[in-house]
């Protein structure tokens, strides 16, 4: 059975640091690529950032400098570090897993930029 469970979320002040997790199971971790994207109330879900399977990484505009994908394959887990947290990074964040045509996601973890 293919999982995804993200933590790591709540609520934060602008300006503070948050560090997500995606833990994996079911899946080849270390074949695929793994992204995060996120969803804010009524807006779509957007891309944040991605690592490859080789450990490229690239990043949306908005989160560039401040959020640092990484991924341990010995622990089938993905993570997200996000510092200097904005009000508009408040969103859904989601882990995706992706090897060739095939994707699976996890269920979400909420994160809020408030003070």
């Known amino acids: 059975q293919v999982q995804l469970v993200e933590s790591g979320g709540g609520l934060v002040q602008p300006g503070g640091s948050l560090r997500l997790s995606c833990v994996t199971s079911?899946?080849?971790?270390?074949?695929?690529?793994m992204a995060w994207y996120r969803q804010a109330p009524g807006k779509q879900r957007e891309w944040v950032a991605l690592i490859t399977s080789d450990g490229t990484t690239t990043y949306a505009d908005s989160v560039k400098g401040r959020f640092t994908i990484s991924r341990d394959n010995v622990r089938n887990t993905a993570f997200l570090q996000m510092n200097s947290l904005k009000p508009e990074d408040t969103a859904v964040y989601y882990c995706k897993y992706t090897w060739a045509t095939y994707d699976a996601w996890g269920q979400g973890t909420q994160v809020t930029v408030s003070s």
């Open positions: 079911g899946i080849i971790f270390g074949i695929g690529d």
